[in-house]
């Protein structure tokens, strides 16, 4: 069942947060469901871009649709993650996404109100919901490339007023994570003073945090053990989900890790079984791993065990 991000908002705030996971392909998908049923939590599938691209939009959202129908009992939101305005209204348009984020953030304060306000305006009288984000996290995710010198925490006090007037539904801050798999040169050190000021000018309202891959250490050894070449990759510490929960961040975005599960499956496959040519004995097992690592995530996130819970609010 697609619903929006309101509605699992409103059971989530301040006491967990609920995973945010991007796809690419029908195997991402389908071990995306099955780990958030495996672990009994609703969920939110996040489209990019570069996914829209990666081979048709058309075909995407077909495959989610098909999943729908595969999985009835799951529950989840299909958002647009990091979109332009165009991107943003064609998926309006299309009425297939339930949410959408508007990123104008490369913009000054007043553009980035201008831009977001347009699409929230033509999100709402669709009853789209739409996150928007303020402030900018470093790294490289896609077509996302912002330089550690040009990165800018989240001033709270602006944060109360681009809230209130753009109509925005909920907002990403900029902590102190970033975009890709090398989060932090030396000592994690996330702003959760930042999360927590902007709660208190702006009550009960959900915040998103962007960037939250934790890169498990044990994924990264497996993958350079297979071939790979990853040096210094480090990410945000799983333990601080609740943390921000608490806090009121309802949606934690990841895609990093997923992507370190998938580069880490094929990798040894073809190291190990150099004969191997089809490409489905590697897909079966990813696709379990998959399921695994979203299981595993949801733990941290508090979101597991919350599905029939969420499944009353949403009837």
């Not at 497996?222 to 601080?240: C, W």
């Not at 499956?265 to 990813?286: N, Q, T, W, Y």
Request: charged share 30%; aromatic share 8%.
């Amino acid at each position: 069942m697609i619903v929006t991000t309101k509605r699992l908002f409103e059971h989530a705030y301040g006491k967990y947060a609920i995973g945010a996971y991007n796809i690419n392909n029908a195997e991402q998908i389908m071990g995306m469901f099955k780990g958030n049923l495996e672990s009994k939590a609703p969920f939110i599938i996040q489209i990019s871009k570069g996914a829209r691209a990666y081979t048709d939009k058309r075909l995407l959202e077909g495959m989610i649709r098909a999943a729908d129908e595969i999985f009835p009992e799951a529950i989840f939101a299909v958002h647009i993650d990091h979109g332009d305005e165009e991107t943003c209204m064609d998926a309006i348009d299309s009425g297939f996404y339930s949410s959408v984020m508007i990123d104008a953030s490369d913009e000054n304060f007043e553009k980035n109100i201008e831009i977001t306000k347009r699409v929230v305006d033509a999100a709402h009288a669709k009853d789209i919901v739409v996150e928007a984000e303020l402030g900018q996290l470093a790294g490289i995710e896609e077509d996302i490339n912002v330089l550690e010198a040009t990165a800018h925490l989240t001033d709270p006090k602006q944060a109360k007023e681009f809230i209130e007037k753009t109509g925005c539904d909920s907002l990403a801050a900029a902590i102190g994570t970033s975009h890709g798999a090398y989060k932090f040169a030396g000592a994690q050190n996330l702003r959760f003073d930042i999360i927590e000021e902007i709660q208190k000018l702006v009550p009960n309202f959900p915040l998103v945090m962007h960037g939250s891959s934790s890169v498990p250490q044990e994924e990264v050894k497996r993958i350079n053990d297979a071939g790979g070449e990853l040096k210094g990759a480090k990410g945000v510490d799983e333990n601080d989900f609740s943390k921000a929960a608490k806090l009121g961040v309802t949606k934690v975005n990841i895609d990093t890790d997923g992507r370190l599960v998938w580069c880490r499956v094929h990798r040894e496959m073809f190291k190990d079984k150099p004969e191997v040519f089809d490409l489905r004995p590697a897909g079966k097992i990813f696709m379990e791993e998959y399921a695994k690592y979203i299981a595993n995530k949801n733990k941290k996130l508090g979101s597991a065990g919350m599905l029939e819970e969420v499944r009353k609010l949403v009837k």
